[in-house]
C-alpha cells in the first residue's frame, strides 16, 4: 500500500470526473482539494472504490490544488 500526490490547476468538473474514471482498480482511495472552474471556492474530494463525492467548498484554502491518491502500484499514475 502507498500513496502518491497529484498536482493540479484549475479543471473543469468534467475534467475531474475524467480524471477519477480513468483511475484502475488499484486506487482504493483518494482525497485533496481541487479548484474548479467557475466555482467561488476550491472544494474537497474524496473517491472510494468508484465512488466520487466533491463536496464542501475550502474557503480560505490558498494552495495548489492537489489529490492524494491510496492504493497499490500507483508510479505509473499521470495526473490530468
Known sequence: MGQRVVKLGE????????FFSRL?????????????KDYPYPVFVHYVFGDVDVGMPAEGYEGESFIVLIGKGLQDIISL
Open 11 to 18: 479543471v473543469s468538473y468534467e475534467e475531474l470526473m475524467e
Open 24 to 36: 484502475p482498480e488499484n486506487v482504493y482511495r483518494a482525497k485533496g482539494i481541487v479548484r474548479i
